[in-house]
């Protein structure tokens, strides 16, 4: 059978939140759009990893949940009907400003005339703790590297072992829900937003929330992928016992860009390096935005990344409509385009 090849104004790799709103930003200017992810769903991160988990920065919401953000960005777009490519990874590109041509790993062929890279933390994994065993708990549920629903955790005894924001996070999440919470780290600070801090702080002070400072994971204790308690050690060797039917490691992940480093686009540091005011790479009609962009004075932010997407749609206008004359107008005046 024979794959069509799907033509389009811009192929936007990556279908996080800066990659959604990328669509809307595009739309607004009357370009088309595809999205390619390889993920089996939209939402990047925020809807793979911590759906239930509460966002802060987004302007006008005090409070909204990763997959609520995600579920916002999929109404705001539906009327621009963008194709999505989900589970293919965009295997190579050729062409120039004006005429791309990308292929996937299932034999889909795009033709565009500029790609933008939304690929967030590219092909995401987490880091594992290499402890004796991890498979089998692993494959059982009893060992976890991502919170989808607090609710699987109602009165499970966890263990939860990092020293950064998404240890100190779910910490404070599931304070209500878990039965007992242990924090493994292996020195008092912790690389957390010091609001979120000082709330893991208070929670350990009241009793909601035990504290195991300062030691690391040592060992799985258990049967046929059913987890009884971790095992951890302190600097000098000494073990103690926690009891656990949950591990959740939180050592940040793995990135990995794929075939997008081998395209020619500038690198930096598993980034890549863009034109600030464009997000232009190096290759011309080739934009990135989002957390995968970098350069001076970036910051990673969901907010930020939308504010990409919007300079990138932008600078794309000229390069797929070529001597046609861009009109800016505010949404309030020119509404959604049909």
């Known amino acids: ?123 995401f994994g987490p880091n594992r703790p290499p402890l004796a065993g991890l498979a089998a708990y692993e ?25 950064g924001d998404s240890a100190v996070d779910w910490a404070l999440a599931l304070q209500d829900v878990a039965a007992e919470i242990h924090v493994v780290h292996r020195r008092p600070k912790f690389r957390a937003a010091p609001e979120t801090a000082a709330q893991l702080d208070d929670a350990a002070r009241a009793g909601r929330v035990s504290m195991v400072i300062p030691y690391q994971l040592h060992a799985l204790h258990g049967m046929d992928g059913a987890l009884t308690g971790v095992e951890v050690a302190d600097l000098d060797g000494n ?40 997000c232009e790479t190096n290759i011309p009609g080739v934009f990135a935005i989002g957390d995968v962009a970098t350069y001076p004075g970036k910051l990673k932010l969901i907010l930020q990344g939308f504010s990409e997407a919007a300079m990138a749609a932008h600078a794309i206008h000229p390069i ?5 004359a861009l009109h800016f107008e505010y949404s309030t005046t020119s509404g959604v385009p049909s």
């Open 1 to 123: 059978m024979t794959t069509p090849m799907i033509e389009t104004d811009v192929a936007i790799v990556g279908a996080g939140p800066a990659g959604l709103f990328a669509v809307f930003e595009l739309g607004m200017l009357k370009l088309s759009s595809v999205l390619v992810d390889a993920l089996g769903e939209v939402g990047g991160q925020c809807a793979a990893l911590y759906p239930e988990k509460p966002i802060y920065d987004i302007p006008a919401h005090p409070a909204l949940h990763a997959g609520a953000l995600v579920a916002h960005l999929e109404a705001q777009i539906k009327p621009f009907d963008a194709p999505r490519l989900l589970g293919q990874r965009v295997e190579a590109l050729a062409g120039h400003a004006g005429a791309f041509m990308l292929r996937t790993d299932q034999g889909a062929t795009i033709s565009c005339r500029a790609v933008v890279i939304a690929a967030g933390a590219g092909a």
């Open 139 to 163: 494959a059982s549920g009893a060992v976890q590297y991502y919170v989808r629903r607090r609710e699987d955790f109602r009165g499970r005894h966890v263990v939860i072992a990092g020293g």
């Open 239 to 278: 073990t103690r016992m926690l009891q656990a039917d949950r591990l959740l490691p939180f050592f940040g992940l793995s990135m990995e860009l794929g075939p997008i480093a081998d395209w020619g686009v500038d690198l930096e540091r598993h980034h890549v390096r863009v034109t600030p005011a464009t």
């Open 320 to 324: 797929a409509r070529p001597g046609e």
